[in-house]
């Protein structure tokens, strides 16, 4: 069982070949048949089959009749919204992100909600609060996160494309994990309105699709200015999908430091068989330094907490979601209900925050992060007066096994080591399927220049088309 190009759906619902409301009866009878891999954490079959209804009355839209799958921290009608965190568990949206209101005005029907590690915080899905998902090939591994839900759901095609976020790599990760691609695009091309947020400087919307011109589309209808999130920055004018970019003449930079990191020997095969492939097609490719991105990571693990403690802190068991049965005061309750409904990982996350914007430690951390951040920012600037793209892999390894690393934070937080340093640039990155080590599959990351998202997925498909 496979689905169509999502054009060639949308194409079929259009002129009657193809009815919506079957589309999503597939949809949901993938999710119920691959139940045993928890991606899913609630379907919306009421009000999609009420939408694909209505859709086949009057079938427009250049998504017409497309089920999607969206990671559970984008606000939706139809059924409840909770960053698959206890805090959030009775949540119901009373409005929806701007990416599902755009995705919905072109005819697409969310049909369920994706698992992720509780408020994105995470690698693997081991931090949701529901149940841990399971490799699409091999149930004993991770999906990768933080995003596994959206990525094993459309590995194991319950939906033509599902939506993640990208705070740090986890719409990159989980696709390279599963065989997917997954775009994170420019900082700001797609609305944060209605979209939980983790770390607002860094947060990006992108698609996990089959194919990157698939990915494209989904981008094409949900990118652009919206008056509801004033970081949104304009599309480009012509379409992201079936852009097209020559690899021969190109100028491609590879991260030295990234294939300086111990990567998993059958990670380093394909990453070196690709590269060769970009030389094959005529790209010139060389080495290239960018001396701060080893310490993207330290940068990230301070940068994100900050804003995550200050975004947690709406979580007071008054405004949203639970509130704990057990206060016995206003006092008590903020305590309690933040106390008993987050998890771990979101407490450690609030808690190193905290600690490094304190007026104590502000200039010792905050600050001297920021400084670095803003190194990392100007070598990737170099970087592009020099090359049209930077490639290497996307993480050091393929899926590892459930358990492996959730007991060690810094192993966990080392999984993001060659993904968070575009999102402390804003730069454009994606992760497109390059081969596989011992059964795994293993992705191959590309990044662009900031705004060159048009470029970037015209050279991603171009590689798509020769990878093996
Ligand atoms: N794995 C990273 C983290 O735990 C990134 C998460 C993300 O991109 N949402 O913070």
């Known amino acids: 069982m496979d689905w169509l190009p999502i054009a060639d759906i949308a194409g079929k619902v259009q002129n009657g070949e193809l009815k919506a409301v079957e589309l999503v009866r597939k949809s949901l009878a993938a999710i119920e048949e691959n139940k045993n891999h928890d991606a899913i954490i609630s379907t919306m079959e009421a009000r999609a089959l009420e939408r694909a209804g209505q859709i086949d009355e009057s079938p427009t839209g250049r998504l017409a009749g497309v089920p999607f799958i969206t990671k559970d921290n984008f606000l939706t009608f139809g059924g409840k919204t909770t960053a698959a965190s206890n805090i959030l568990r009775p949540f119901e949206a009373p409005y929806q992100a701007t990416a599902i209101e755009r995705l919905e005005a072109e005819g697409a029907i969310c049909v369920a909600k994706a698992n992720l590690d509780a408020f994105a915080h995470g690698s693997s899905t081991e931090n949701s609060d529901w149940f841990v998902t399971k490799h699409p090939a091999d149930p004993s591994r991770v999906p990768g996160g933080s995003s596994g839900g959206s990525a ?53 919307i992108g698609p996990l699709a089959r194919s990157v011109d698939d990915a494209a589309l989904v981008l094409d209808v949900m990118s652009g200015k919206d008056e509801l999130d004033s970081t949104t920055i304009d599309r480009d004018e012509k379409p992201y999908s079936g852009a097209q970019e020559e690899i021969a003449g190109k100028k491609i930079g590879v991260i030295r430091e990234y294939l300086a990191q111990g990567l998993q020997p059958g990670v380093e095969k394909i990453v070196r068989e690709s590269i060769d492939k970009l030389k ?43 509130s704990s049965p057990d206060a016995k005061d206003l006092d008590d309750s903020y305590e309690l209900s933040r106390q008993q409904g987050f998890g ?30 803003t190194k990392i920012i ?57 081969g596989e080590a011992e059964g795994l599959p293993v992705g191959f990351q590309i990044v662009g ?9 015209g050279i991603a498909r171009k590689f798509e088309a020769i990878r093996t």
């Open 280 to 322: 094959s097609a005529g790209a010139t490719v060389e080495e290239v330094s960018l001396p701060s991105l080893p310490l993207a990571l330290a940068v990230y693990y301070i940068v994100c907490p900050a804003e995550v403690s200050s975004n947690l802190s709406r979580y007071d068991g008054q405004r949203y979601g639970y």
């Open 344 to 373: 771990a990982e979101a407490k450690r996350r609030i808690m190193i925050g905290t600690h490094v914007l304190s007026s104590g430690y502000y200039d010792a951390y905050y600050k001297k992060a920021q400084t670095v951040r």
């Open 449 to 457: 220049p900031l705004r060159g998202d048009r470029q970037l997925l």
């Open 152 to 204: 094993a759901a459309v590995a194991l095609r319950m939906a033509p494309f599902a939506l993640g976020t990208d705070t740090g790599g986890s719409i990159r990760l989980p696709a390279s994990f599963c065989g997917v691609v997954g775009y994170k695009p420019t900082y700001g091309l797609v609305s944060r309105s209605g979209v939980i947020a983790m770390a607002s400087s860094t947060d990006v």
């Open 378 to 434: 100007n070598e990737f600037e170099e970087a592009f007066a020099k090359y049209d793209f930077l490639v290497g892999p996307v993480a050091p390894m393929t899926a590892f096994k459930i358990g492996e690393r959730s007991g060690d934070p810094l192993q966990m937080y080392l999984t993001d080591i060659m993904t968070v340093a575009a999102n402390m640039s804003g730069n454009p990155a994606i992760s497109v399927p390059a």
